[in-house]
């Protein structure tokens, strides 16, 4: 039965009322891909990725109550999922298709983990067309795609050290709390620059003890001062907002969140208000990381350093080769400008580059890392020094 015209501009209405201000999401079946048209061309431009080996769960995992075939919203309310959330946006994807490919791996129960992935509105690749592509890489993954609203932050956004710092998505960390199904209650959230070598569950059973909302590795021998201007610390209130605390660096590229106290926080407008501030009077140089150290900082769960490697990508503006600091790693993070596809493309790899390739399914490059493993390259003790890379 064809619906009259007017039923059908009623019917948008509602939806246009209904939806989330920040975000709408998008769900794809398992096993269905639907491209037609210029969605063909943006899909044909992304790739070609390979398609990732079958990970399946062993014996000891509990049994998660996904439904392969209906795939229906209820699905991310199973207690036994662990609930990862990512951006995702073309210029960043092969790095994010390796991300969830390394978690998936190394992960003890890789059926049960379900990944919330956030895309730009107005991405050179449209949002559906990016949740396809994960789909043809990863047949039977869990996830939603949910479209991040730039509106929602554009106006908040102030000019970084890097112009990559600036991009709307690298906000949409501070709006999850509204993107997120509500039954989301505690998630992962996870840089697109990231490769996971260990068992994800381990960071997921992080307890946030007391009334604590994150947790993240931290870094306390770090000069907190560097992250602000002499504007802040001149200023004869502001300083004191963070007095009697003692505040540690931390990175936001990995952090296990509780939603239900963030929301009860209203830690999203805390976060904003800082943004405002930082529009009237310049506080800081560094993209989105500064809001978050002002927030949290002498708050932060203390999660193990094996957890977040990060700096591999060198600083902001040279992205230099970078070496491991000391310890074990369960996540190395290429943070800075420099990304591991970007110079194993342009033939000019830095050493650590090689540990992210295996995971590459990218297939004009597949080739390289076909049966590398990332032990047989070079061990973490060769590749390591006695520095912290910020």
């Given at each position: 039965m064809i619906m009259p015209l007017k039923a059908v501009v009623f019917a948008a209405f509602l939806c246009l009322i209904f939806l989330s201000p920040l975000a709408v999401g998008i769900r794809t079946l398992p096993g269905r891909i639907t491209t037609t048209g210029g969605g063909r061309n943006e899909f044909n431009k992304l790739g070609p990725f390979m398609e990732a080996p079958e990970y399946r769960n062993g014996k000891e995992c509990a049994s998660s109550s996904?439904?392969?075939?209906?795939?229906?919203?209820?699905?991310?309310?199973?207690?036994?999922?662990?609930h990862i959330a990512m951006t995702l946006d073309s210029e960043y994807l092969r790095g994010s298709i390796a991300a969830v490919q390394s978690v998936l791996r190394h992960a003890s129960c890789p059926e049960n983990v379900f990944f919330h992935f956030i895309a730009a509105e107005f991405d050179s690749a449209s949002p559906r067309v990016l949740s396809q592509l994960v789909r043809s890489t990863f047949p039977s993954l869990n996830f939603k795609v949910y479209i991040f609203r730039e509106d929602t932050v554009i106006n908040l956004i102030s000019s970084s050290i890097?112009?990559?710092?600036?991009?709307?998505?690298?906000?949409?960390?501070?709006?999850?709390?509204?993107?997120?199904?509500?039954?989301v209650d505690r998630v992962i959230y996870l840089d697109s620059d990231v490769i996971v070598v260990d068992d994800i569950t381990k960071l997921w059973n992080t307890e946030l003890t007391g009334s604590?909302?994150?947790?993240?590795?931290?870094?306390?021998?770090?000069?907190?001062?560097?992250?602000?201007?002499?504007?802040?610390w001149s200023d004869p209130v502001l300083p004191g907002l963070i007095a009697g605390r003692t505040p540690c660096y931390f990175n936001t590229g990995v952090m296990v969140m509780d939603m239900v106290r963030w929301r009860e926080g209203n830690y999203r407008e805390k976060l904003e208000k800082w943004m405002q501030l930082q529009k009237k009077k310049r506080i800081?140089?560094?993209?989105?990381?500064?809001?978050?150290?002002?927030?949290?900082?002498?708050?932060?769960?203390a999660i193990d350093h094996r957890w977040n490697q990060h700096g591999l990508g060198g600083d902001n503006i040279r992205g230099s080769c970078r070496s491991l600091h000391p310890g074990p790693a369960s996540l190395l993070h290429w943070s800075g400008k420099g990304k591991p596809w970007v110079r194993l493309d342009e033939k000019r790899p830095c050493p650590l580059d090689h540990l992210w390739e295996p995971y590459d399914l990218y297939k004009h490059k597949i080739e390289r890392a076909k049966d590398q493993s990332l032990l047989g390259f070079a061990s973490l003790s060769e590749l390591t020094d006695d520095s912290i890379f910020l």
């Open positions: 996904v439904n392969r075939e209906n795939f229906v919203s209820s699905s991310s309310n199973d207690p036994s999922l662990v890097r112009q990559a710092l600036e991009n709307p998505l690298n906000y949409a960390r501070n709006y999850l709390g509204d993107i997120l199904d509500r039954s604590r909302v994150i947790g993240a590795p931290e870094y306390c021998h770090a000069n907190f001062t560097l992250y602000f201007t002499s504007n802040f800081y140089d560094l993209g989105s990381l500064p809001p978050f150290l002002l927030v949290f900082g002498g708050n932060v769960e």
